[in-house]
């Protein structure tokens, strides 16, 4: 069982930068997909950047530019460096991990992100 623990959620003024971190415990599989989703109040679950254990990444549109997503495979982590935070980029972030050639999705307890204008 894969557990992962997010920590770096905040509140932030408009222009400015938050950092997340999302460690995965539990596996011993390095071959694996992490990312960060986000679901603002009232809407769907939503990608925000993911990003393989050989270093391969994908952005939504809408983050291109202003984050950077990152990992550490030594230790099992990922980390996604928000910039220029806008207050549509207010949300909860979910880390998620998926071992490659799996269908199973684990996901993290989710961590608040607030910008305020």
């Known amino acids: 069982q894969v557990q992962l623990v997010e920590s770096g959620g905040g509140l932030v003024q408009a222009g400015g930068s938050l950092r997340l971190s999302c460690a995965a415990s539990?596996?011993?599989?390095?071959?694996?997909?992490m990312g960060w989703y986000r679901q603002a109040p009232g809407k769907e679950r939503e990608l925000v950047a993911v990003?393989?254990?050989?270093?391969?990444?994908n952005y939504a549109d809408s983050v291109k530019g202003r984050f950077t997503i990152s990992r550490d495979n030594a230790k099992n982590t990922v980390y996604l460096q928000m910039n220029s935070l806008k207050p549509e980029d207010t949300a909860a972030y979910y880390c998620?991990?998926?071992?490659?050639?799996?269908?199973?999705?684990?996901w993290g307890q989710g961590t608040q992100v607030t910008v305020s204008s």
């Open positions: 990003i393989s254990s050989g270093g391969s990444t």
């Open positions: 998620k991990f998926r071992a490659t050639f799996s269908t199973v999705d684990y």
């Open positions: 539990g596996t011993t599989v390095s071959i694996n997909v």
